[in-house]
Nanobody, 124 residues
Framework: QVQLVESGGGLVQPGGSLRLSCAAS????????MAWYRRAPGKQRELVAV???????NYAASVKGRFTMSRDNAKNTVYLQMNSLKVEDTAVYYC??????????????????WGQGTQVTVSS
């Protein structure tokens, strides 16, 4: 019904940059919060950045000042610009969205969706 498709991951040297994208498609009325998470090998999933539909983004301390999250609400797309990448940023990055859908009886409800993940590897 709803799909989140991420792109933009890859291999980059320390100090480099990457831009991730996440596009939501389907029978979407609107999207509330969108967020980026990551899971590094052997570690728990970590919240990287989160933004409401009209507000500014908040960031994990580990990425603040280096990562910038932006949203294009008209395209149901969120971006994560990652600069000054470090080896410890290596992880699978996941997009998350709190999506508003319309039920069969005309009522609106929200459901949480996840993308499939995109690998970011920072290595020399």
């Amino acid at each position: 019904q709803v799909q989140l498709v991420e792109s933009g991951g890859g291999l980059v040297q320390p100090g480099g940059s990457l831009r991730l994208s996440c596009a939501a498609s389907g029978s979407i009325i609107s999207i509330n919060t969108m967020a980026w998470y990551r899971r590094a090998p052997g570690k728990q999933r970590e919240l990287v950045a989160v933004a409401s539909s009209g507000g500014s983004a908040n960031y994990a301390a580990s990425v603040k000042g280096r990562f910038t999250m932006s949203r294009d609400n008209a395209k149901n797309t969120v971006y994560l610009q990652m600069n000054s990448l470090k080896v410890e940023d290596t992880a699978v990055y996941y997009c998350n969205a709190d999506v508003v859908l319309r039920g069969r009886f005309g009522h609106d409800y929200t459901t949480d969706y996840w993308g499939q993940g995109t690998q970011v590897t920072v290595s020399s």
